[in-house]
Structures are given as structure tokens and as C-alpha cells.
């Protein structure tokens, strides 16, 4: 009986040096994602004030779309040769980290497709992109606030379906701009604080 005891003590300790493990692996995990904010923040507000410019001064919504799809390619591409060399350079990729990273890859995707593939199809006006978009930005900060362990994130996560609401309800051109703002405010000033809150943390350490 009492080595049964000894045993569910030891395990209950191991189980609660792993949560403390965990926890302190999602703050570290935040130095994997800061950059990502910025970078994607600025290519699409500046994609969105462009693109309203060209649909004001009419041109074709076919060359207005093969910019956004040159843009975001090229954007991409890019991304993957940056990812690579930084993934040299880290030591340890944490678990939270390799979470954070699927997170937004699925999200990525999801908005490229409700970007392309709906607009290709018809199966939606172009407008109704961007409360759409916003809906799984929200969802997808919420999850990377709850997996980093920063409620400012969740609570930014809010901001983004009560702009969603708001696009939806006055859908039009100026919606461009409206989300450009957004994109400024939600994602590329958090990303600066993720950025600078990263250069705070220590280096993941193996385990």
C-alpha cells in the first residue's frame, strides 16, 4: 500500500513538472511568431490600399486580382526562405512553437481560399472577403493567445468579429480601407509588442 502510494506521488509530480514545463514553453514559443505579424500585416494593408486605388480608377478585376496573386506568391516564397534560415539558426523548436506554426499555417490557407477561390467561383462579392477574413483571424488569435498564455491576444481577438460585424453590415469599397486600418491596429502594432515581448525571453532550452 504504501508503494502504491510512493508511486501516485512520484507520478503526480512528474505530471505537474510537465504542466510547468508546458506552461513555460508556450511564453517561449511567442519568440516564433512576432515577425509573422508584421510581415503579413504590412504586405496586405499595402495590397489593400493599392487594390483600392485600382478599383477606384477602374481597372479590371482581373488585373486587380493577378496583383493580389502575384503579391501573395511572391510574399510566400519568401516567408519559406526566411522560415529556413531562422530554423538554422534555433537550437530547440518547441512543442508550443510547432502549434503556433500549424495554427497559422491552417488559418493561412483558409484565408487564401476564401480570398481566391471564392471570388474565382462567384460564389460571393469580392467585399464580403474581408469580414470573412476577419472572423478566422479572430478565431486564430484567440487560439495562439490561449496556446501563448497572453490575454491581450484573446481579447484582440474580439476586435476582429466586431469588425467582421461591422463589415458585414456596411459591405462596400471603402471596406478595403476599413480593413487595412484593421490589419494596422490588430495585427502589425501586436506584432511589434509579440516582437519586443520575444527579445525578453530566454532561449528555449532542450529538455
Same mark, same amino acid.
Given at each position: 500500500?504504501?508503494?502504491?502510494?510512493?508511486?501516485?506521488?512520484?507520478?503526480?509530480?512528474?505530471?505537474?513538472?510537465?504542466?510547468?514545463?508546458?506552461?513555460?514553453?508556450?511564453?517561449?514559443?511567442?519568440?516564433?511568431?512576432?515577425?509573422?505579424?508584421?510581415?503579413? *500585416? $504590412? =504586405?496586405?494593408?499595402?495590397?489593400?490600399?493599392?487594390?483600392? !486605388?485600382?478599383?477606384?480608377?477602374? /481597372?479590371? &478585376?482581373? #488585373?486587380?486580382?493577378?496583383?493580389?496573386?502575384?503579391?501573395?506568391?511572391?510574399?510566400?516564397?519568401?516567408?519559406?526562405?526566411?522560415?529556413?534560415?531562422?530554423?538554422?539558426?534555433?537550437?530547440?523548436?518547441?512543442?508550443?512553437?510547432?502549434?503556433?506554426?500549424?495554427?497559422?499555417?491552417?488559418?493561412?490557407?483558409?484565408?487564401?481560399?476564401?480570398?481566391?477561390? *471564392? $471570388? =474565382?467561383?462567384?460564389?460571393?462579392?469580392?467585399?464580403?472577403? !474581408?469580414?470573412?477574413?476577419?472572423? /478566422?483571424? &479572430?478565431? #486564430?488569435?484567440?487560439?495562439?493567445?490561449?496556446?501563448?498564455?497572453?490575454?491581450?491576444?484573446?481579447?484582440?481577438?474580439?476586435?476582429?468579429?466586431?469588425?467582421?460585424?461591422?463589415?458585414?453590415?456596411?459591405?462596400?469599397?471603402?471596406?478595403?480601407?476599413?480593413?487595412?486600418?484593421?490589419?494596422?491596429?490588430?495585427?502589425?502594432?501586436?506584432?511589434?509588442?509579440?516582437?519586443?515581448?520575444?527579445?525578453?525571453?530566454?532561449?528555449?532550452?532542450?529538455?
Amino acid at each position: 500500500m504504501d508503494s502504491t502510494k510512493v508511486q501516485d506521488s512520484f507520478q503526480a509530480e512528474h505530471e505537474l513538472a510537465l504542466i510547468r514545463k508546458i506552461m513555460q514553453d508556450s511564453r517561449n514559443a511567442v519568440s516564433d511568431n512576432g515577425w509573422h505579424y508584421i510581415y503579413w *500585416g $504590412t =504586405i496586405v494593408a499595402i495590397l489593400l490600399v493599392a487594390n483600392y !486605388f485600382m478599383a477606384v480608377n477602374g /481597372v479590371s &478585376g482581373n #488585373s486587380q486580382g493577378m496583383m493580389w496573386f502575384i503579391a501573395m506568391l511572391s510574399a510566400s516564397i519568401i516567408e519559406g526562405i526566411i522560415e529556413k534560415k531562422r530554423e538554422k539558426k534555433v537550437r530547440v523548436k518547441t512543442f508550443t512553437g510547432k502549434l503556433l506554426s500549424s495554427l497559422w499555417a491552417a488559418s493561412g490557407f483558409c484565408m487564401f481560399m476564401l480570398g481566391f477561390a *471564392g $471570388t =474565382i467561383t462567384g460564389a460571393y462579392s469580392p467585399v464580403v472577403i !474581408f469580414p470573412l477574413i476577419s472572423i /478566422v483571424l &479572430g478565431l #486564430s488569435y484567440f487560439v495562439s493567445g490561449a496556446i501563448q498564455q497572453i490575454k491581450w491576444l484573446r481579447y484582440i481577438s474580439v476586435c476582429w468579429w466586431t469588425g467582421s460585424a461591422a463589415l458585414f453590415a456596411f459591405a462596400g469599397i471603402h471596406s478595403m480601407l476599413v480593413f487595412a486600418g484593421m490589419l494596422v491596429c490588430l495585427q502589425i502594432f501586436p506584432g511589434v509588442l509579440l516582437y519586443v515581448r520575444s527579445k525578453k525571453q530566454p532561449e528555449p532550452q532542450a529538455a
